[in-house]
Nanobody, 115 residues
Framework: QVQVAESGGGLVQPGGSLRLSCAAS????????MYWYRQAQGKQRELVAA???????TYADSVKGRFTISRDNAKNTGYLQMNSLKPEDTAVYYC?????????WGQGTQVTVSS
């Protein structure tokens, strides 16, 4: 059974940085497209960034220039480097992996940006 787990969230001051990780069990990571979503309290889940197996990336306008998505297929792990964090980035961040065989979600990791 495939498992996806996020880590790296926490409390950070405005302007700070965090790096989120997304680790996947099984041999699906290298053949999957990886997405990072976030959901703030009382709001709908929104797409933050995505990266294909070949390394093509896309970003939400709200995070362009501040966030960087990347992946290390050898480690079955993906990353979301978040710089210049703002209070409006506060949310639960979720990793989503999609392959031909399925759609896999992690449990999420809380990111709180506050002074």
């Amino acid at each position: 059974q495939v498992q996806v787990a996020e880590s790296g969230g926490g409390l950070v001051q405005p302007g700070g940085s965090l790096r989120l990780s997304c680790a996947a069990s099984g041999n699906i990571f290298s053949i999957s497209t990886m997405y990072w979503y976030r959901q703030a309290q009382g709001k709908q889940r929104e797409l933050v960034a995505a990266i294909t197996g070949g390394g093509i990336t896309t970003y939400a306008d709200s995070v362009k220039g501040r966030f960087t998505i990347s992946r290390d297929n050898a480690k079955n792990t993906g990353y979301l480097q978040m710089n210049s964090l703002k209070p409006e980035d506060t949310a639960v961040y979720y990793c989503n992996l999609i392959t031909r065989a399925g759609n896999y979600w992690g449990q999420g990791t809380q990111v709180t940006v506050s002074s």
